[in-house]
């Protein structure tokens, strides 16, 4: 793994305390996942960080850990006997100290681990918030880039814009 900035997720974790993800894991868990992979995709390129998703494998008779990469972030499915929070906390143990790390989970117990390993946590809540914060800033700067008037003119130098306009009117009036 490389990078400045690493964001473990509580897979499950997540998905039972985001209200559409647990209703979509009401119907189909394999649907729940995908959506949590897309939106942690999302977040991995436009904030850059390495996003790790652990899934918890471990009452998986005989399983063997599981890891894929999708679109640039990471997906864990743990072995049999192994939690999400175990492998988290292994790989804390590792790099927590010399890496920027976050883990995402409501989970209280694990959150103070986190903290004693070198990691520092988000709650569920607080991983939406700042995801519909993202998506509200991607939305801003698309309306920004989409304006006509600013593909040139918000470029230019206050001054000059001032200028262009004066020259403009004088221009109009003759």
């Known amino acids: 793994m490389n990078g400045k900035e690493y964001l473990f997720v509580d897979g499950y974790n997540i998905i039972n305390c985001w209200e559409e993800l647990k209703k979509l894991s009401a119907m189909d868990l394999d649907t729940a996942r995908n959506r949590l992979i897309d939106i942690m995709v999302e977040y991995h390129v436009y904030t850059k960080t390495v996003v790790v998703i652990v899934f918890d494998a471990h009452m998986v008779k005989n399983g063997l850990r599981k890891v894929e990469k999708i679109k640039g972030i990471e997906i864990v499915y743990t072995k049999e006997h192994e939690t999400a929070d175990i492998y988290i906390e292994k790989t804390l143990d ?14 209280w117990v694990e959150q103070q681990v986190v903290l ?29 880039i989409n304006r006509p008037n600013n593909l040139v003119i918000g470029r230019l130098d206050e001054k000059l814009v001032k200028r262009l306009e004066e020259w403009k009117r004088l221009n109009c009036e003759e």
Do not use: Y
């Open 94 to 107: 590792r790099i927590g100290k010399i890496k920027r790390v976050r883990v995402a989970t409501s989970d």
């Open 116 to 144: 004693g390993r070198g990691g520092t946590r988000i709650s569920a809540r607080e991983l939406k918030l700042e995801i519909e914060d993202n998506k509200r800033h991607i939305a801003q700067k698309s309306r920004e």
